[in-house]
């Protein structure tokens, strides 16, 4: 959503590494598909099964595998794109977008209605929107952009560069790193789920630990990550969460790991490095999900599982070969009764004789 | 919420097409169900097991189906209510309760501490409550109401006679038609969830498309619309979503289609017009629903599928027939084992012999 | 995140009807588990299974259950904690935790930029603050706090020593008891997902009743709570939510139940007194929960069902036992197979004789 920049061919293969067929000077500013995009646009082909409709793309600028030649006929008629051949096409026109559509940039200011606390530290470059509120001793680093509605409460520490969508919470005492992203109505510090029951009913165990959010993580929105019970939640390096996720108090999910939506994660669950997670998974407490598993949409983990490298589909979780199976067999089981049913017939005749 | 109008029997049966039978005379101003109605109320009756029921009720205005006759026993004493005849009593109902409860009536307003862009562009008759932030460029239609805290970004269309309840988000460059009612907290145009992987980590694809919600649609508290990669993510025209639904980037939904509450939609799915999906359902992506399929909820659909219309069940989803034969079989596993036990059995002792 | 106080374990043992050895005049101020305790600290064990950690803890006081005895010789060399014993320590700390740790504390204020309606009614002790706006006829009772961008409507009554966290929305007329806390974002009284369709689309069924929250209950972000259609939606005392629930219009749920993250709850449920369920749970309309049941997470319970007290797992929901029974079976299918197809291999060779 932010203005056009102008970028010559050229300019992008280099920035991508690539190798480039065609007219260097081109000049692109947007990023399209390969069936409606013009002169004016970049678009990319990474699947050999639309390299025939890349062949006739419009796109003043495709991105292309290696393995991707040019019909020199269509060429000649249409006056057709310049090439820029890469390992990774899609990777790299990820790289080109960055370069088309920075996020927005908003000049440094402090909106008259945002309200202040007098002793949180701001640097000087960043940016906060209407109505926002933040609290006492807070700290938040060069860079960071903060969009209306946002509350932050005291004793917050948030890193540069930093993007705040509108109507985040982050409750006391809760810690970002830098270049974090939060979408719209992000939750981070809310109380955890745990209570003591007597005969009077519930009492609150004490959840009066922190939240940990490391550098180059993306929160969807209304994303929820509660305060840890005693020591702290924490979300890795890089990691990837999409909208309306639940992350449980004293939960430790690790560097580069993504979450699809509506997944719910219990309270001290461990997800080590690397793994990917589908959406509307459940965990229940206390597992441990070990470095490189993938755990198939819709799962449900039993508490305190361990969970090993692999693919895992199902309630409970099994490994996705055993999951096809079971379903294969489920599906035969009327078969399967006929079956019994005609033993039984030749079992009576025999026994008959 | 809203305050009380009367109205006369004859002028509802008028409103709705019945055929009312009992003084037109009789003034009315609520609605009430029949157990509770007093004589200023209006209840009805649809289903014949609640016909008993409706005899005795001491509403002012009863609305039936044509099969309804009234016991005249009962109405000598009880000067009980008028009755409106109609083919389909739930829906005059509905009708009836448009004209008693109209949604809330804002006198045209911009409060005091919102935050207008200077370059936005607000039809006069539209109220806009506080704390409300308003970006660059953006046109609201007449008759719109814009309740507190809400966010608007840069460029947004919004059409006429909308409702924007509190606190909810709309990203730059997001379109909604005439109508549009956005409960508590809805979030529009979030970047959807692409990545590209490297060595490094993850580097977010380009969602840099739009979200275009058109006439009459109404999204429950906390759903989440994202933005188009490229292109755009669209709700047609009537459809009706509930509470904190996920509708990912390049979705397609049709006119008219009906999403409970819970459900996840994953990116580039296209539901046609007329479907109607359950609670807690999990699509994954590039499906396609053909119009009039009808999905139970905690279904889940594979990436890819096409679904037939027709209704649906189960993880992943088979015809409801199927589900209910699968689930018997299910249930019948333990009596199958001891079977083939018996068989087994049998079978040794015909050996033996 | 409050500030700290100190306590003599005298004091503490006191409050917990507690056995005390050690000295008493041992000051402590803060919570932590037991390895990570130091001197200023309140620690526990329950599980025997940690009796091993707790003799070696360096918590200035240790919460124990009455089978816990000291080891003398590491109490000689450590100059170790006083020890509390009692019945439930868990109980006992979370007791200790709230003397501790009281929730935060405002002093009474209506933030300038807060909007009040004119005809608001707000005890003198109230907190209110930044970007909030409350409606017209709306009450709330001393000791409350509402946090930055709480938006309330019109004539809402909240009783005293709520806590509101920022970004909740209260409809106009919903009712809260005493003692009521609301997560981030919670939303009350929002329409429920009703409607009856006609040839040109849906219309809304009406959706103007209320919402009642009795006294102690406490609701997680983005749980959104709808308005009844006719009557009352209602939360029962004691009860305690987690984040992104969703309670449907007309749920009826009872006192001192426990429902866990993201679980679903159609139209009409009533769940009665003390049940306990788990997250991702699913409920179709009109089902009965009757008092002491405790339904597992993921499950899926069907529309109109009487939910017995006991344990209830899967979708749809079967006893326990009856679930792992099933698991077990399902698991065997390929053997079950391979049996079939040995009986038939052993009849061929019958039949052949």
Redesign the interface.
């Known amino acids: 959503?932010s203005d056009e920049k102008q970028f010559s061919v050229g300019e992008l293969a280099k920035h991508v590494d690539g190798e480039l067929f065609g007219s260097e000077a081109v000049l692109v500013s947007r990023?399209?598909?390969l069936e409606?995009a013009t002169e004016n646009d970049v678009a990319y082909v990474e699947d050999p099964k639309y390299f025939a409709t890349a062949q006739s793309t419009r796109a003043g600028c495709l991105i292309a595998p290696q393995s991707f030649t040019l019909d020199p006929t269509i060429d000649e008629e249409s006056k057709r794109s310049s090439v820029i051949r890469v390992p990774?096409p899609?990777?790299a026109?990820?790289?080109i977008?960055?370069l088309l559509?920075p996020p927005?940039q908003r000049e440094p200011e402090i909106?008259a209605?945002a309200?202040v606390a007098p002793s949180a530290n701001l640097a000087l470059t960043i940016y906060v929107?209407?109505?926002v509120?933040i609290g006492e001793h807070t700290q938040i680093g060069v860079g960071t952009r903060i969009?209306?509605?946002v509350?932050i409460?005291?004793?917050v520490v948030i890193g540069s560069d930093c993007i705040l969508?509108?109507?985040v919470?982050l409750?006391?005492?809760v810690t970002l790193g830098d270049r974090v992203v939060l979408?719209?109505?992000v939750?981070i510090g809310?109380?955890g789920?745990g209570?003591?029951?007597?005969d009077m009913?519930?009492?609150?165990?004490?959840q009066?630990g922190t939240v940990v959010i490391e550098d180059?993580v993306?929160l969807?929105?209304?994303t929820?990550v509660?305060r840890a019970a005693?020591?702290r939640t924490r979300i890795g390096?890089?990691t990837?969460i999409?909208?309306?996720v639940?992350v449980?108090h004293n939960v430790d999910i690790g560097?580069?790991v993504?979450i699809?939506?509506?997944t719910?994660i219990?309270g001290s669950v461990t997800i080590e490095d690397d793994c990917v997670i589908g959406?509307?998974v459940?965990f229940?407490d206390h597992i441990r999900v070990l470095s490189g598993a993938v755990i198939g949409?819709?799962a449900?983990v039993l508490p305190g599982k361990i969970v090993r490298p692999g693919v895992w589909w199902g309630?409970?979780i099994v490994p996705l070969d055993e999951y096809k199976?079971?379903?294969a067999?489920?599906?035969?089981?009327?078969q399967?009764?006929e079956?019994?049913k005609e033993?039984?017939r030749?079992?009576d005749e025999?026994?008959a004789k």
Chains 1, 2, 3 share one sequence.
């Open positions: 959503m990023l399209a598909d409606t990774r899609k990777l026109f990820a790289k977008a960055a559509h927005k909106h209605s309200v929107g209407p109505h509120a969009e209306a509605g509350v409460g005291d004793n969508h509108p109507n919470t409750y006391d005492g979408h719209a109505g939750s809310a109380d789920f209570y003591v029951r007597d009913g519930y009492h609150k165990f004490p009066i180059d993306e969807g929105a209304y929820c509660d005693l020591g390096r890089g990837k999409d909208n309306l639940q449980g560097e580069r993504v699809a939506s509506q719910g219990s959406g509307q459940g229940g949409s819709k449900g309630v409970p199976r079971r379903n067999h489920l599906g035969r089981l009327p399967l009764r079956e019994i033993l039984k030749r079992l025999l026994e």
